[in-house]
């Protein structure tokens, strides 16, 4: 049976969650609507388990994006030096831990990964982690819907292994409540991003939600509809129809995504896809902060799509109380506004062009324009029909 699998019972839980345990806890659900505070959190945490640091980390998400999770003070410094130093490549703990933890292994240890022995000579272990006394290790599993994390915990080979039974017990104690917070976490920042997507759809703008992990996770009714025809999604990326242009919107949401969320430079970036035969599609990115990039730093961005050929279609009732029109008068301005001409305005609704003629100059007295060009210009300006 692999380590940490045994469920703890409510007795084990009950007497391994100490106070300050508790205090973490609640700390940890502060921070989900405040980030700030997690580094304090994981401060007095990783202090009261005799830990020199710890974080959480997601599978699947590169190295560079996880210097956005929740991590302590210490542990964030070595962090840094290993970035920095490009010891990315040499993590014998993400190589062989994720593995473990994606078979069911609860708990993933250091004896786990790597022997006294490679632990003596690799460099990553003599140098990076014994400067920081960080060579020993335990990685809590925590699973959260499709998504699985861990709550990596370090300290230094002096100070022993985390796998002791009463430390073990602590750790499984503490994980059905972590992994009830990494949901709840999730919900709040997906009702967030619903919420932004939702608003795009109301100003007729296709928008798509791209996670921390580059994977397109929420559509609006309008990018749905341009699935299949101009943009798939395959393991979850987006891709352009064509691929001609998958490597510009690859670089695009890479751009994003490797944005330090407290950098000053959150300005979006743009792309023009060009469409064998038709007009180009416009993707703009733009970087989601706060809520919307959930406690837990995953910030991603929003891909805004404007499809030059879609349809928009001004709300009549607005077109009609903004200018006093008649419904007759509102039908034409809304087919002027679509491009139409006046023949097939006529034939469409059974009328003579002289009679749509009559029309559109009581509409343009009403509007106080001129010509055909300034009312379509003008209902152009104005909200679209909300769906």
């Known amino acids: 049976m692999a380590r940490g699998r045994r469920p703890a019972s409510l007795q084990e839980r009950a007497v391994c969650m100490s106070d300050q345990t508790l205090a ?35 599978s699947g998400v590169a190295a560079d994006k996880r210097v956005r999770a929740p991590a302590s003070t210490r542990y964030q410094a070595m962090f840094r030096d290993f970035i920095g130093d490009g010891w990315a490549p ?17 708990i993933v240890y250091e004896d786990d990964m790597t022997s006294a022995e490679e632990r003596a000579r690799l460099p990553i272990y003599t140098d ?13 599993g925590l699973y959260a819907g499709d998504q ?8 230094a080979e002096a100070d022993g292994p985390f796998s002791a ?46 996670d921390g992990a580059g994977k397109a996770r929420l559509f609006n009714a309008r990018a749905d509809a341009l699935l299949g025809r101009d943009l798939t999604v395959s393991g979850g990326r987006l891709t352009v129809r064509g691929a001609n242009g998958s490597a510009a919107l690859a670089t695009l949401i890479d751009t994003m995504l490797g944005r330090d969320a407290g950098s000053a430079a ?19 990115a733009i970087p989601v902060r706060q809520l919307l990039a959930d406690a837990f730093g995953r910030a991603g961005c929003l891909l805004l799509v404007t499809d030059p050929e879609a349809e928009t279609q001004a709300d009549p009732r607005l077109i009609a109380g903004a200018f006093n029109l008649t419904q007759r008068e509102t039908e034409i301005a809304g087919l002027l506004r679509a491009g139409r001409a006046v023949p097939p ?9 002289s009679s749509v003629q009559q029309v559109i100059k009581s509409i343009l007295a009403k509007t106080g324009t001129n010509r055909q060009a300034e009312l379509v210009a003008l209902l152009n300006r104005l909200p679209p029909e909300r769906r």
Not at 148 to 155: E, G, Q
Not at 345 to 353: K, P
Request: hydrophobic fraction near 55%; charge should be neutral; include cysteine.
């Open 165 to 210: 039974p009463a430390q073990h017990a602590a750790l499984m104690a503490l994980r059905p409540a972590l992994e009830r917070m990494l949901l709840y976490a999730e919900h709040l920042s997906d009702a967030a991003i619903t919420g932004a997507l939702a608003a795009f759809e109301h100003a007729a703008i296709a928008a798509i939600f791209i």
């Open 24 to 58: 973490f806890l609640g700390r940890c659900y502060d921070a989900i609507l405040a980030p700030d505070g997690w580094t304090a959190a994981l401060d007095i945490f990783t202090e009261s388990i005799g830990a020199a640091g710890g974080c959480f980390s997601q």
């Open 345 to 353: 305005i006529a034939e469409t609704l059974g009328m003579r062009a």
């Open 128 to 140: 990076l982690f014994a400067r920081h006394d960080m060579s020993m290790f335990a990685g809590l």
């Open 148 to 155: 699985v994390w861990s709550l990596n915990l370090v300290r």
């Open 266 to 284: 959150t300005a979006g970036a743009q792309i023009v896809l060009r469409r064998a035969g038709r007009l180009p599609l416009v993707i703009d």
């Open 90 to 106: 040499h993590d014998m703990r993400a190589l062989r831990g994720w593995p473990l933890a994606k078979n069911g292994q609860v």
